[in-house]
């Protein structure tokens, strides 16, 4: 860890726990957003990062937001992006489809070898989202939801009570070009308590190898002892820019992905990859 510099790579770690070059990330907001207190089992943000590249199913993604919604009064939608022109724009969709929310400015902030400008636009606005919610809402839990994505209306009940016993508990879903994709951050409840213990933040190291945010998060979740669980929960639609989708259906683990999902094996992996530079 303690060979990591800021001359390879760059991480978002407010403790400077790897010992590396650290940049605090601030939230940027256009205007200041009024939440209702609710309770702490019942107030729930679902969060998103979004972008103008990334809104090729924005209809069907609110559409989906406003049924949730319908499901569960005592949620709201937040969106970051780094496109401050592209505020109003969004606010006026959340308006269109009566989804309650608010729009955020997230900031990028990468070193200035990084090529990954999809990987560090995500991970800085997971980052604004995160530390929004803690600094600026009496939320209780945190739901991530990709924008390229839609899922059963439902989703926020499923995982609330897979929740129970855990700090995070993640649905995995379809991956864009085969498989089902078991890592990465698309459909994933946080606790309050689990969100103050983790900095979303990714590695791009100077050959431009990367290593996620979903991925830096598995390290933390083993590394914070949090109890996290995995699984084919709910219903979920992921789409690609062509506006084609890959659909699953709720489905037992199979003994071999727990056996390749272990979080000690990821753990393992993982610092091997960064020592290596290489995921």
């Not at 601030?26 to 809104?55: F, Q, W």
């Amino acid at each position: 860890e303690n060979n990591i510099t800021g001359d390879n790579c760059l991480f978002y770690d407010s403790t400077n726990k790897y010992g590396c070059y650290v940049i605090e990330l601030n939230i940027y907001m256009d205007k200041e957003m009024e939440l209702d207190t609710m309770s702490d089992m019942g107030y729930v943000i679902i969060g998103a990062p979004i972008s103008r590249a990334g809104v090729f199913i924005i209809d069907k993604f609110l559409e989906n937001q406003r049924d949730i919604q319908s499901n569960y009064p005592s949620s709201e939608l937040i969106l970051a992006t780094e496109e401050k022109d592209f505020i109003e724009e969004l606010r006026g969709m959340l308006r269109r489809w009566n989804v309650k929310g608010e729009v955020i400015l997230s900031q990028v902030i990468k070193p200035h070898y990084a090529r990954s400008t999809k990987n560090w636009n995500v991970t800085c606005s997971r980052e604004t989202i995160r530390q929004y919610v803690l600094s600026e809402t009496e939320a209780s839990h945190l739901l991530f939801i990709d924008s390229d994505m839609i899922c059963d209306p439902r989703v926020i009940d499923i995982l609330k009570r897979e929740l129970m016993g855990y700090d995070i508990v993640a649905s995995g879903y379809p991956g864009r070009f085969g498989g089902i994709q078991t890592g990465g951050i698309g459909c994933t409840l946080f606790t309050r308590s689990a969100l103050e213990k983790i900095t979303f933040r990714c590695c791009e190291f100077t050959n431009h190898r990367v290593i996620d945010e979903g991925e830096m998060l598995d390290m933390d979740i083993f590394g914070q002892r949090l109890k996290f669980k995995h699984g084919y929960l709910l219903a979920i639609d992921h789409y690609d820019t062509d506006g084609s989708s890959r659909h699953i259906e709720p489905h037992p683990v199979s003994a071999l992905r727990k056996t390749t999902n272990s979080r000690l094996l990821r753990y393992i992996l993982l610092k091997a990859s960064v020592k290596c530079k290489y995921n």
